[in-house]
């Protein structure tokens, strides 16, 4: 199934990501994580993409363990470490597993490294362009309702996105963010300049202490007052900053629905169990297929 056949309809939806894992000795251990989510039944599952080598090895075989669950998947393919060769290649991988949602990524830059070489995409639009050309793939993108750290301005980063979609972009997906406020003002000022694809909202729930740290180090998120009082209060007692993060990543779900932001993707960490409590507290609100 492409995924705009969901995401462009009025249906509540919500996805959950995996990741690979690094080493071919453990992915028979992650195939359980995937029949644990697919069990959920989620609108589609996103497995990521890592540098060359390591856990993007297996990205193809991963999403193709959860086609095998009737649950459609979404397959990162991310640019920067590889070389155009390398990102042909895992298209004609895609295609002999029928695999036809990619979600496409710039993805970081190496460290220590001459970019883009030659036979490199200098952004996720370039590969959004040659994904398009090489196969008749549904084609995602990413979006930050905070700006993307390397743009000067919002309105600059919006113009970036807007040649996403001009490229073949179908679909976003947003970075996390712990405050809907943001992505709203964000969803109006994309509107305004064009960009009128599925924007699906990227939901983080943080259930330690550490989790928020590395966050907001890495990605320089903007946390509320009211969600660092929940860090605060519970951080250092693993059981109640589990149940409160879960508490308050369902919440910004709820209120996200309510508004009229239909289709949300929650950011699990390979944790069956944490979108399991979200999904059953959203029981009434989320039927499940």
């Not at 995602?140 to 807007?162: N, Q, R, S, V």
Request: overall charge negative.
């Amino acid at each position: 199934m492409r995924l705009t056949e969901l995401l462009k309809t009025d249906q509540v939806t919500i996805s959950c990501e995996l990741f690979p894992p690094k080493q071919g000795a453990q992915l028979a251990n992650y195939k359980n994580i995937v029949a644990d989510m697919a069990a959920l039944k989620p609108a589609y599952m996103s497995v990521t993409y890592g540098a060359t080598g390591g856990t993007s090895d297996y990205t193809v075989e991963l999403a193709s363990e959860v086609e095998k669950h009737q649950i459609p998947a979404l397959a990162h393919l991310t640019c920067a470490s590889s070389t155009k060769e390398k990102v042909a290649s895992v298209i004609e991988e895609l295609k002999e597993k029928q695999i036809s949602n990619i979600l496409a990524l710039r993805g970081d830059i190496p460290q220590n490294a001459d970019f883009p070489l030659p036979n490199q995409y200098r952004h996720a639009s370039e590969l959004i362009a040659d994904i398009k050309a090489q196969g008749d793939f549904c084609i995602g993108g990413a979006c930050y309702p905070e700006g993307h750290p390397e743009a000067d301005t919002i309105f600059e980063d919006l113009d970036h996105l807007k040649e996403k979609v001009d490229a073949g972009c179908e679909f976003l997906t947003t970075q996390m963010f712990f405050d809907n406020h943001i992505l709203y003002n964000f969803l109006y000022k994309a509107l305004s300049r064009g960009i009128d694809v599925p924007v699906v909202a990227g939901i983080m729930p943080v259930t330690n202490k550490a989790q928020i740290k590395r966050i907001v180090s890495l990605s320089g998120n903007m946390v509320p007052p009211r969600f660092l009082a929940i860090v605060d209060r519970f951080g250092d007692n693993p059981a109640a900053m589990r149940q409160a993060g879960i508490a308050y990543a369902t919440d910004q779900i709820i209120d996200l629905i309510a508004n009229g932001v239909n289709h949300v993707h929650i950011y699990t960490m390979n944790k069956p169990d944490v979108a399991g409590e979200i999904l059953d507290n959203l029981s009434e609100i989320y039927v499940r297929a």
